[in-house]
C-alpha cells in the first residue's frame, strides 16, 4: 500500500486536501510517483461542475514505482509524461486514425469508464475514489492504464515535461494536426495565455511568416514575442464588435485578413471571433474548448471559410510527445520559459488565482521527494 497527499474535490464546487490510499495496480495497469502536475482552467471548471468526489489533476509528469502484469515496454523508474486521451486502437475512431477522441476509452468522447484504471485501486477513508481525465496527477502517486504512460528519454524537468500532457499539446496540435499552418502563411492568436503562447510557437516552428499575436494584457504580448509573434495588438474591451481588431489585422495582412486564426481565450463570447479575422477561404480554430452556446453571424463566413474545433490537438500522443520533446532537446521550443511559477500542493488555491489573473503563463504544483 501506498500513502498519498492528494488534492480532492469534494463534490460541491470546493477542494480539500487529505490522504489516499493506493493498492496494486491491476494488469495493464501502472503505478507513477507524479513528480508535477499543471493547473489548467479546466481543473476549475471540473471542480465546479462535475459534482462528485474525485482527484484533481490532468497534466502530469513522474516515475514509474510498479507495473501490473502485461505491461510492456515500461519499466520501474522510468520517466514518463502522462496523456488523458488514452487511445483503444481498436474502435471506429481510432482505426480512422483520430486517437484523441477513441469511442471506448477516452474521458470526453468515449464512456468515461474504460480508460480508467480500476477504481478501487485508490480509496479515501475507505471509499473507492475516481480520478480526474483517468489521471488524477495532483497526487503524489497515481495509479494509470499503461497506455496513459509515455516514456520520454530527457533531460527536461518535471514541471516542464508535465505541461506536455495537455496545454502545450492543445496549442501545438492544433496548430500542427489541426490547421496543418503552411510555411509563409499569416496566423492571428487571439489570447495569449499557455494555450496561445504553444500556438504561437508552434507556427513558428511551422514556418508562419506574420504571426499576430492578441491579447487585453500587454505583459502577455511582450512574452509572445519571445514566442514567435511577429506583430501585437493590443486588444480593447470597448470594441464588442471587434472592428477595431479587425482592421488592425487586416492592416497587416495586405487588407484581406490571416490565413489562419485562432481562439484561446475560453470566453463564449469570442467563439467566433476567429472567423472575422481570417481572409475568405481561411482556417479559424476554436482552440480553448468553448461549450457553451454560441450565436453565430452566418455573414463571418463568407466565404469559402472553414471552422474546426479540435480536441486536444487531435492528439496522437506516442507521435506527438515525442516530436515536442525532441523540439525542445533541439532548443526550437520553449517549455521551461512557460513554467511562470510553481507551487506546493497546499497553494492550488493561488495557483488558481494566479492563472484566472493572468499572472502566470502556466503553474504547475511540485511534490517534493
Given amino acids: 500500500m501506498y500513502k498519498a497527499k492528494a488534492a480532492i474535490a469534494d463534490g460541491k464546487g470546493g477542494v480539500f486536501f487529505d490522504t489516499v490510499t493506493l493498492g496494486k495496480p491491476k494488469a495493464g495497469e501502472v503505478k507513477i510517483k507524479i513528480q508535477a502536475s499543471g493547473i489548467c482552467h479546466t481543473d476549475l471548471d471540473s471542480i465546479k461542475t462535475w459534482n462528485k468526489k474525485f482527484i484533481i489533476g490532468h497534466e ?6 510498479e507495473l501490473g502484469d502485461n505491461v510492456t515496454g515500461l519499466a520501474i523508474g522510468d520517466k514518463v509524461i502522462l496523456n488523458w486521451a488514452i487511445p483503444c486502437g481498436e474502435c471506429f475512431q481510432c482505426q480512422e486514425g483520430n486517437l484523441h477522441i477513441c469511442e471506448v476509452n477516452s474521458p470526453v468522447t468515449g464512456d468515461g469508464l474504460c480508460g480508467h484504471a480500476h477504481e478501487q485501486g485508490c480509496q479515501h477513508n475507505g471509499n473507492s475514489l475516481s480520478r480526474s481525465f483517468h489521471l488524477g496527477t495532483m497526487s503524489e502517486y497515481t495509479i494509470v492504464k499503461s497506455a496513459a504512460v509515455i ?19 492543445t496549442g501545438y496540435g492544433s496548430v500542427v494536426n489541426a490547421a496543418k499552418v503552411k510555411v509563409g502563411s499569416t496566423v492571428a492568436v487571439l489570447g495569449c495565455g499557455g494555450v496561445g503562447l504553444n500556438v504561437i510557437q508552434a507556427a513558428a516552428i511551422a514556418g508562419a511568416a506574420k504571426i499576430i499575436a492578441i491579447d487585453l494584457i500587454e505583459s502577455r504580448l511582450q512574452q509572445a514575442k519571445q514566442f514567435g509573434a511577429t506583430d501585437i495588438i493590443v486588444a480593447s474591451k470597448d470594441d464588442p464588435n471587434l472592428t477595431e481588431m479587425v482592421a488592425q489585422v487586416k492592416a497587416l495582412t495586405q487588407g484581406r485578413g490571416a490565413d489562419y486564426g485562432f481562439e484561446c481565450t475560453a470566453v463564449p463570447a469570442l467563439g467566433s471571433a476567429p472567423l472575422a479575422l481570417i481572409r475568405s477561404a481561411g482556417v479559424a480554430v476554436q482552440v480553448s474548448g468553448i461549450e457553451q452556446k454560441i450565436d453565430f453571424d452566418c455573414e463571418l463566413f463568407e466565404w469559402d471559410k472553414i471552422y474546426i474545433n479540435p480536441l486536444y490537438g487531435q492528439c496522437n500522443p506516442k507521435l506527438d510527445f515525442g516530436q515536442i520533446i525532441q523540439l525542445y532537446d533541439a532548443g526550437k521550443m520553449k517549455l521551461d520559459e512557460l513554467v511562470t511559477k ?27 521527494d
Avoid: H, W
Avoid at 530527457?154 to 505541461?163: H, T
Avoid at 510553481?342 to 517534493?368: C, H, N, P, W
Fill in 151 to 169: 516514456k520520454i528519454d530527457s533531460n527536461i524537468p518535471f514541471p516542464s515535461a508535465s505541461i506536455v500532457g495537455c496545454g502545450v499539446m
Fill in 60 to 65: 502530469g509528469a513522474g516515475t514509474v514505482v
Fill in 342 to 368: 510553481t507551487y506546493s500542493l497546499a497553494e492550488l488555491q493561488q495557483g488558481f488565482d494566479d492563472m484566472l489573473a493572468g499572472r502566470i503563463a502556466k503553474g504547475v504544483i511540485v511534490f517534493d
